[in-house]
């Protein structure tokens, strides 16, 4: 059975960091892409971030350009959200999600089949 478990969510006060992880189990990862996105209260789930499966393509939306990083170390099944220069609107719950293609091709999220079950991120002093 595909799933995958999400962590290290929690609050922060602006300009922090954290770093999420995604952790996959029942299925090799190695033939997924992985997709991060985010739900704020009131708002429709989107796409943040994407990554490969070979983790030599990634995406970002240009919100969290220049302050999100992911990564993915297929060994351990896990891919990595690294958020630096946190701000308040990136407030919401965090989701991981694996689409069984080579390439995420944009942030639908119909295109992925398997969904963690988020943890909240939250950032206020």
């Known amino acids: 059975q595909l799933q995958l478990v999400e962590s290290g969510g929690g609050l922060v006060q602006p300009g922090g960091s954290l770093r999420l992880s995604c952790i996959a189990s029942?299925?090799?990862?190695?033939?997924?892409?992985i997709g991060w996105f985010r739900q704020a209260p009131g708002k429709e789930r989107e796409g943040v971030s994407c990554?490969?499966?070979?983790?030599?393509?990634?995406d970002y939306v240009d919100s969290v350009k220049g302050r999100f990083t992911i990564s993915r170390d297929n060994a351990k099944k896990t891919v990595y959200l690294q958020m630096n220069n946190l701000k308040p609107e990136d407030t919401a719950v965090y989701y991981c999600?694996?689409?069984?293609?080579?390439?995420?091709?944009?942030?639908?999220?119909?295109?992925?089949?398997?969904w963690g079950q988020g943890t909240q991120v939250t950032v206020s002093s």
């Open positions: 029942g299925f090799t990862l190695d033939y997924f892409a």
């Open positions: 990554i490969s499966s070979s983790g030599g393509s990634t």
């Open positions: 999600a694996a689409r069984g293609f080579e390439h995420c091709a944009g942030y639908v999220p119909a295109y992925f089949g398997a």
